[in-house]
């Protein structure tokens, strides 16, 4: 039972090449953007500016920047209620992307470039 976690049973030899007893493999971080990842952001962002909301959004994101990751746990632990309302794979991939902590960052960055360009129209 406790053979992965502490080892070979009976030994403290190494059960590995390396040398390390019972040490798990480094895991993997939240994978990278893609195109998708990128289009939604996109719209998320043409959606604020087109309804008005430019500074209220850009404040809010700037505050909860340093809770980013606690917000897309909290969005998969709310998806089985908001999947009845909105797009399932979007708020997911929403919740993947905010587990990376630039994602804020490239969201506020698109929100502001957008702001402009609506500006210059």
């Known amino acids: ?3 992965g976690w502490w080892g070979k049973a009976g030994t ?3 059960d590995r090449a390396d040398g390390a007893i019972g040490v798990t493999p480094p895991r993997k971080g939240p994978r990278e953007r893609t195109a998708e990842d990128e289009a939604l952001l ?5 959606a604020v500016v087109k309804w008005g909301m430019s500074v209220p959004a850009v404040f809010l994101l ?3 920047k340093p809770m980013s990751f606690v917000g897309s746990q909290f969005l998969h632990f709310l998806s ?4 009845s309302v909105l797009n399932a794979q979007e708020l997911d991939r929403l919740a993947v992307m905010l587990e990376r902590r630039d994602t804020m960052e490239v969201l506020i ?3 502001e ?3 402009e ?3 210059k129209q």
């Open 1 to 3: 039972m406790w053979k």
């Open 12 to 14: 403290t030899q190494p």
């Open 42 to 46: 996109d719209r998320i962002a043409t």
């Open 62 to 64: 700037e505050s909860s």
């Open 80 to 83: 089985p209620i908001v999947h």
């Open 109 to 111: 960055l698109r929100i």
């Open 113 to 115: 470039r957008f702001e």
């Open 117 to 119: 360009e609506a500006k």
